[in-house]
């Protein structure tokens, strides 16, 4: 299972939504995404290609250990009765709205209720505070930044708060 160009996956919501609608891709583009050299089991660790895969349940049986696993196990989506469908979708809006999203709202476009939305939003945005999303790397492009100088008076303690005092910065 290698990983697919950047050129096959999804740039805007309505492709995100039409390429994750399908469960068989979604499992597929995950399980790519965490185990690039093939499935571990969560449970003995044990690394092996030749793990057998259930297509009807979409799940993994370790050879070694005979214990079943998803793609969900150790991830955000674990414990979640909610499809990959629905939670890819999800990330891809969190963290392309600029200003932010809310439950209501993601609720809303993914056509589940707001409680549901709420428990994604909650999740996602937890998975991104600690770190668990890797960090960019390589050449990023960011489109509109905004970087706030704060002028510090000569003794070190920060001018007064009037417009004319705040400054901006010009990043390119």
């Known amino acids: 299972m290698g990983m697919e ?3 096959k996956q999804p740039k805007t919501l309505l492709e995100a939504v039409r390429y994750f609608s399908d ?13 690039p050299d093939g499935p571990v089991c969560p449970r003995c660790g044990v690394l092996d290609e030749k793990h057998y895969y259930l297509k009807t349940r979409r799940v993994w049986k370790c050879r070694a250990c005979k214990k079943q696993f998803s793609v969900k196990v150790g991830t955000i ?17 969190i963290a392309n709205c600029k200003n932010g999203i809310s439950s209501y709202e993601l609720a809303k476009d993914l056509g589940v209720t707001q409680k549901t939305g709420w428990f994604m939003l909650h999740r996602i945005r937890l998975a991104m505070q600690t770190g668990t999303f890797e960090k960019l790397s390589g050449q990023v492009e960011a489109d ?3 970087i706030w100088v704060c002028p510090v008076s000569t003794d070190g303690l920060p001018l007064s708060h009037s417009v004319s005092s705040h400054s901006s910065l010009l990043v390119i």
């Open 23 to 35: 469960l068989d891709v979604a499992t597929e583009y995950v399980a790519r995404l965490r185990w």
């Open 77 to 93: 989506f674990e414990d979640s009765p909610l499809g990959l469908d629905k939670w890819l979708p999800a990330v891809w809006l």
């Open 144 to 146: 509109e930044t905004f």
């Open 5 to 7: 160009s950047p050129a």
